[in-house]
Structures are given as C-alpha cells and as structure tokens.
C-alpha cells in the first residue's frame, strides 16, 4: 500500500543551526502538507502546497521556514535557524485532491507520514 | 474559524466493553469531520470521515461516529474494546481549504 514516508525518523540539532527535513509524498498525490506537534500539545498545521506553490500557511509559519518540492518526489521543510521551540514531532501529508467535496476538491483525507521528532538542544 | 473540542484527555475501558470517545466542533460551514488515530511512534490513521452524506459513519477496525448538527457532535464509539485499540485519537474538522484543525487528543487505555 502506498505511504508517505519521512527522514530522518529523530534528528537532535543545536540552537541555531538549519534542519531540513524530508518527505517522499504517495506518487500520484497533488497536495502536499507539513503539521507540527509539540510534546503534550495538539497537531497544528504549518503549511500546504500545491503547483509548486504555498497555498496557505499559519502563523507559526514564519520566515524561518520554507518549503520545496526540489525534484518532483520530495517535499522538505527547512528551518533556517532552529529554536528551542521548534523541538516537536513534524508530519508531512499528502492527498490526491480527486476524491472530496472541498474547495480545492478534497475531503481533508491526508495520508500522513510517520513524523520526523526534532530535538533542539 | 472551526474548532474541535475532545471533553476528555484520557478514557480507559476494560476490553470487551464499549468505547465512547466525546467530540464537539464548531465550524462557520458544514464541515468536514474526521477521527484520527495515533499508535505509539506511529504516524497519524484516518479511522473515518463525515463528508455531508449519512451521519453515522463507519470506520476501520468497529469503529462508527455519529454526526448530530443539533448538538454539534462528532463521537466516536466502538461496542467492544480490544487491547489493540489502546492510543491517542484526534477529532479533526476541516474547512473548505482542506486546513485541519485538530483536537487536542483523547489517550484511550484498555484495561485487560
């Protein structure tokens, strides 16, 4: 069954420094998204993607953060310098955008990812 | 803006008996609504969704939800626990973008 699947699975990195983390989307998916989790806190949506694109991002995202789909099967999160915190659980999604009765043509059905836990020391 | 409300952080039940997870949303449209589980170290699972259509939806693995506008809830329910059922479940309301909005989590525990 197709998954969307992410890495690094921990990463723990010093204050300061940039992370990027990835993700390889289920192949024939369209829309692309990245929620976060802080310990003990809800998931809360960061940003989503589509035609090579941010369509909408939250507060959180700042301009810390950034995006891409650099060769047609990835999609990364980068965080230029990283926070204390930014220490969370991060999930990328992704859906077909075919199946659903929403604006944009989905039922909010993502397939999500395992998560990337991001440790900032 | 669209909200979720899970009235209890934590539900344990003795396997065999029946399971009642509370959810109630508040959206400016007809919403979309979704139960979500999390397995230990594992990525998030649709169990089920209400997309306008019949209001008691089936899920994965004897999970149902019914959904009641009038009270604007979105419960999930199960007749028997399994010790497998034991994790973290989220009750999500999406807008007509497809942004989710989750809830803060229900831990269920099974007592053997």
């Known amino acids: 069954e197709p998954e969307v699947t992410q890495t690094p699975s921990h990463q723990v990195t010093q204050m300061g420094q940039e992370v990027i983390l990835r993700c390889v989307p289920i192949?024939?998916?369209?829309?692309f998204y990245w929620y976060r989790q802080i310990l003990g806190q809800k998931v809360e949506f960061l940003v989503s993607?589509?035609?090579?694109?941010?369509?909408?991002k939250s507060e959180i995202f700042d301009d810390q953060f950034s995006v891409e789909r650099p060769d047609g099967s990835n999609f990364t999160l980068k965080i230029r310098s990283t926070k204390l915190e930014d220490s969370a659980m991060y999930f990328c999604?992704?859906?077909?955008?075919?199946?659903?009765?929403?604006?944009?043509?989905?039922?909010?059905?993502?397939?999500f990812g395992e998560g990337s836990r991001l440790t900032v020391l | 803006a669209q909200s979720v409300t899970q009235l209890d952080s934590h539900v344990s039940v003795s396997e065999g008996t029946p399971v009642l997870l509370r959810c109630n949303y508040s959206s400016s449209y007809s919403p979309s609504l979704f139960w979500y589980v999390q397995h230990p170290n594992k990525g998030l699972q649709l169990l089920l969704k209400y997309t306008s259509a019949a209001t008691l939806v089936k899920g994965i693995n004897g999970f149902e939800a019914e959904f009641k506008k009038s009270e604007t809830s979105f419960h999930l329910t199960k007749p028997s626990a399994h010790m497998s059922d034991a994790a973290e479940y989220f009750c999500?309301?999406?807008?007509?973008?497809?942004?989710?909005?989750f809830g803060t989590g229900t831990r269920l525990t099974i007592i053997p």
């Open positions: 999604a992704s859906t077909d955008g075919k199946s659903g009765t929403g604006f944009w043509g989905n039922t909010g059905e993502l397939f």
């Open positions: 999500v309301v999406s807008d007509l973008r497809e942004k989710l909005t």
């Open positions: 192949s024939n998916h369209l829309y």
């Open positions: 993607f589509y035609n090579n694109e941010i369509s909408e």
